[in-house]
């Protein structure tokens, strides 16, 4: 079983950041997949961004390149997504997923596990 929580999320105004981060416990990680995604108000759960963790290879969502960041701490079992220039259409609850997808089923919801809470971002105007 894997737990996951997600922390970090807030209120932010347009251009500004925030850092995500979700912390996992219960079973080892390193063959896992650790993805963001987020839902805002009346759509799907949109992937955001994903990493792998034993060689920390990345895959971004094409609305957040050069804007969203997500990288890993071995040591805390803690994924980030370091978000900048933040826009009010990035407002949504974020969540941390992990599972086995194949590297072409990185943005799909099913090919995840487990999922955490999810936390609110929301970018003001």
């Known amino acids: 079983q894997v737990q996951l929580a997600e922390s970090g999320g807030g209120l932010v105004q347009a251009g500004g950041s925030l850092r995500l981060s979700c912390a996992a416990s219960?079973?080892?990680?390193?063959?896992?997949?650790m993805g963001w995604f987020r839902q805002a108000p009346g759509q799907g759960r949109e992937f955001v961004a994903a990493?792998?963790?034993?060689?920390?290879?990345?895959s971004n969502s094409d609305s957040v390149k050069g804007r969203f960041t997500i990288s890993r701490d071995n040591a805390k079992n803690t994924v980030y997504l370091q978000m900048n220039s933040l826009k009010p259409e990035d407002t949504a609850v974020y969540y941390c997923?992990?599972?086995?997808?194949?590297?072409?089923?990185?943005?799909?919801?099913?090919?995840?596990?487990?999922w955490g809470q999810g936390t609110q971002v929301t970018v003001s105007s």
């Open positions: 990493i792998r963790w034993n060689n920390g290879f990345t």
């Open positions: 219960g079973r080892t990680f390193s063959s896992y997949v």
């Open positions: 997923a992990a599972g086995y997808p194949a590297s072409s089923s990185y943005g799909e919801p099913y090919s995840y596990s487990y």
